[in-house]
């Protein structure tokens, strides 16, 4: 044997450290003990204990941040070169947090695709089959709380029909190694909890790069670009996740989905010989500085794009380099989760989130605000909108039309078939949204706006028809609606994308059905709303806030 025959060397491609920060509280003792066999430690784990933890954590994450996330919405209130809407923003989502705490309003309508992830010592034995007791748990919680179900199943190639249950749910069960005294020698059953909703799903990009693109110019430029189209359809601030490299495409984007999670956060911050991924520390903060000079903000013009960065390194096939982007939005909504000796346990969430309420006022937080009394005629209210520039904050009070994809397509239908416009979407402005369960003794379940760009579309043919004059929904929009609003005179309104459960308890006063009551949430709605938060963002000139955000810039370079 030469010296140039390579050896054996096993290395974990996602080497974790040791995880001494995260807190955890008991769930439950029961359904879980040691037994001894051929001098070994066995963890029994019951069915019943997996169905209980699911049931918890789908229930905590729905309701409950990470205490880490609640402290940088709140420097965002405190910092001085926030913008006004930044620190708005934050305090809005600061509101909800609260409200959502009270665990009857969840903190965002879309209740997301629940993913469980789970990682087991071979001393671990469970006696029945994992998936199913912990798609019990996740069945439970969204039958018993005030969520919404989102999961469409193929009932043949081109129709769906909601599940009605919010199963099936995404669970990814492997082996874990038990050896390593990071780990401890006991077994034991660890687990990563997510409710993943549909606007930040929809922000997962993966591009099949080449080598080219691992140079600090190359690599700055694709990510100035790249970065800036997110926009705030997912509802920013951002945790944001960069992975370079991957074996393949579908693990390159696993690994973006926990890093965006913070679920790598213990990776080494140096590469080996070996080949094992590791974070780049140094190429986050400059990320992180890049995103805050795009001028997007915290949906409506300002610093606070991001909150955060996650750049992991990866290894690659000489001939493939996937480069891929994820993001967790302001509904940051995932726990960990273990299983040991001692017990169920779940991570920590934090159960008092008021306590990061500053002492402040609208006033404080924002330019001046415009009330709009939406009980006028459509005319008036396009008139008053005229008069303002984009940017604009706005108030919100009156009636509301609510629709969004199925209904949107059901009017198409019948404006291709010769009937004309509903009056109500000529009366009225249009919101996309589609609310969650509504709880006892309240008008409204909660109700955030819905991603706008998936009714861009149909803007042009229902504003020709008389109908969408003004809309209301979150996040950017394509060049054909803003000429649209220019040809028609239209406008579209942005509503921060976050804050659902506060809309509900303080914004929607009552809701009732219009039309396509067979569609449940995906219904035409009208709402009476006061006091309701809005931006202007296209206008009937033609102009477009994100239009100034969304040009890179040239000649940057990494470090």
């Not at 784990?45 to 309701?63: N, Y």
């Not at 926009?231 to 951002?238: D, I, L, M, R, S």
């Amino acid at each position: 044997m030469t010296s140039s025959t390579p050896q054996f060397e096993y290395t974990d491609v996602l080497p974790k450290g040791k995880d001494t920060e995260t807190e955890y509280r008991l769930v439950t003792a029961d359904g879980v003990k040691v037994v001894e066999a051929a001098g070994r430690r066995f963890l029994e784990v019951s069915q019943e204990a997996l169905t209980t933890l699911a049931r918890t954590a789908i229930t905590d994450i729905q309701h409950l941040l990470r205490t880490s996330h609640l402290q940088q919405l709140r420097s965002i209130v405190d910092d001085p070169e926030a913008s006004g809407n930044d620190r708005f923003v934050a305090m809005d989502l600061l509101r909800n947090a609260a409200i959502s705490a009270g665990g009857v309003l969840p903190m965002c309508q879309d209740t997301g695709t629940a993913i469980t992830i789970g990682k087991r010592t071979e001393g671990v034995l469970t006696g029945g089959t994992d998936e199913e007791a912990i798609s019990r748990g996740i069945f439970e919680a969204y039958r018993d709380l005030n969520l919404r179900y989102s999961q469409m199943a193929p009932v043949n190639f081109w129709e769906e029909r909601n599940t009605g249950t919010n199963l099936p749910a995404q669970i990814e069960l492997y082996h874990k190694d038990g050896t390593d005294p990071a780990d401890g020698a006991d077994p034991s059953y660890e687990f990563l909890f997510m409710a993943k909703g549909g606007g930040s799903a929809n922000k997962t990009f993966l591009y099949q790069e080449t080598k080219a693109v691992l140079n600090p110019k190359r690599l700055a430029k694709f990510l100035d670009e790249k970065l800036r189209g997110l926009g705030t359809a997912a509802c920013p601030p951002y945790h944001l996740a960069i992975v370079v490299g991957g074996m393949s495409a579908e693990y390159n984007l696993k690994v973006a989905k926990l890093a965006s999670a913070r679920d790598l956060d213990t990776l080494p911050t140096e590469g080996s010989p070996l080949g094992h991924g590791f974070r780049d520390t140094d190429l986050e903060q400059q990320v992180l500085e890049m995103t805050r000079q795009f001028g997007i903000g915290a949906q409506f013009g300002g610093k606070y794009f991001c909150h955060d960065v996650r750049v992991i390194r990866l290894p690659r096939h000489g001939a493939s380099c996937p480069v891929g982007i994820a993001v967790s939005c302001s509904a940051d909504r995932q726990a960990k989760a273990k299983i040991t000796a001692d017990g169920v346990f779940i991570e920590q969430l934090e159960r008092d989130p008021a306590r990061f309420l500053p002492e402040v006022t609208d006033e404080d937080l924002s330019d001046e605000v415009v009330p709009v009394d939406l009980n006028r005629p459509m005319d008036e209210i396009r008139e008053q909108l005229s008069q303002l520039p984009v940017k604009t904050r706005l108030s919100l009070t009156g009636p509301l039309v609510v629709a969004r994809d199925i209904a949107h397509s059901k009017i198409a239908e019948r404006l291709e078939a010769g009937e004309e416009m509903p009056q109500y979407l000529r009366d009225h402005p249009v919101y996309y949204a589609g609310p969650a369960k509504t709880p006892d003794g309240y008008a409204s379940g909660s109700f955030g706006p819905t991603t706008a760009g998936r009714m861009d579309s149909y803007v042009s043919q229902f504003q020709a028809a008389g109908g969408s004059m003004v809309m209301l929904a979150k996040g950017n929009r394509s060049k054909q609606v803003t000429e649209s609003c220019r040809q028609h005179g239209g406008f579209y309104l942005g509503s921060i994308g976050g804050p659902a459960a506060r809309l509900a308890q303080d914004c929607i006063h009552s809701v009732e059905v219009l039309e396509y009551p067979e569609l449940g949430m995906e219904a035409v709605w009208k709402i009476e709303v006061a006091d309701f938060p809005a931006f202007i963002v296209i206008d009937d000139k033609g102009n477009d806030f994100f239009a100034e955000t969304s040009e890179p810039v040239l000649q940057i370079s990494f470090r």
